[in-house]
Antibody, heavy 121, light 108 residues
């Protein structure tokens, strides 16, 4: 059974750095076809893709947020970590991690439940 | 970056109605288009991948079509559990992904 679960702080202050962890089970992050993305959704708004990491450690980032994001993985712990620097109230959102399978024409077939992060002083 | 648009942004429909949602890409994305359903407070759920392939376990009343820049999600007979927001997403530029702005389907 494939599952993903996000964890991290519920509340962060402006200018702080956010660190979120996605713990996966039911598949291996070392599997050549697997990848994990982070996606966020501000309250009442649309989904926004943030970052992606493949099993070979190749990484990609949203053009608009690239300077603030770092994605990494610890295969032994089955975890994918996202850091976002210089948090602002506009970054208040539910943050999801989601799995992709394959290198081309991929889709997000499994999602975590999401974690709501509020940015406020 | 590839931009995605959806129309309409919202619609009201009745149970049993045929519903069509359109997604357009800013450039050709071949058939690299996926559709998701999201209910309030829940994570999105994959419905259709590669423009027209039904994800396992998804009811056959959902179908997708299109290629290039124009795509359609059709619900042949709307059921009470289908009231939700629907998002398209392109994977042509993998590993850079883009979602559409969403279409909310509510009860007339």
């Amino acid at each position: 059974q494939v599952t993903l679960k996000e964890s991290g702080p519920v509340l962060v202050k402006p200018t702080e750095t956010l660190t979120l962890t996605c713990t996966v089970s039911g598949f291996s992050l070392s599997n050549a076809r697997m990848g994990v993305s982070w996606i966020r959704q501000p309250p009442g708004k649309a989904l926004e893709w943030l970052a992606h990491i493949f099993s070979n450690d190749e990484k990609s980032y949203s053009t608009s947020l690239k300077s603030r994001l770092t994605i990494s993985k610890d295969t032994s712990k089955s975890q994918v970590v996202l850091t976002m620097t210089n948090m602002d109230p506009v970054d208040t959102a539910t943050y999801y991690c989601a799995r992709t399978v394959g290198i081309v024409a991929t889709s997000f077939d499994y999602w975590g439940q999401g974690t709501l992060v509020t940015v406020s002083s | 970056d590839i931009q995605m648009t959806q129309s309409p942004s919202s619609l009201s429909a009745s149970v049993g109605d045929r519903v069509t949602i359109t997604c357009r890409a800013s450039q050709s994305i071949s058939s690299y288009l996926n559709w998701y359903q999201q209910k309030p407070g829940k994570a999105p759920k994959l419905l259709i991948y590669a423009a027209s392939s039904l994800q396992s376990g998804v009811p056959s009343r959902f179908s997708g079509s299109g290629s290039g820049t124009d795509f359609t999600l059709t619900i042949s007979s709307l059921q009470p559990e289908d009231f939700a927001t629907y998002y398209c997403q392109q994977s042509y530029s993998t590993p850079i992904f883009t979602f559409g702005p969403g279409t909310k389907v509510d009860i007339k």
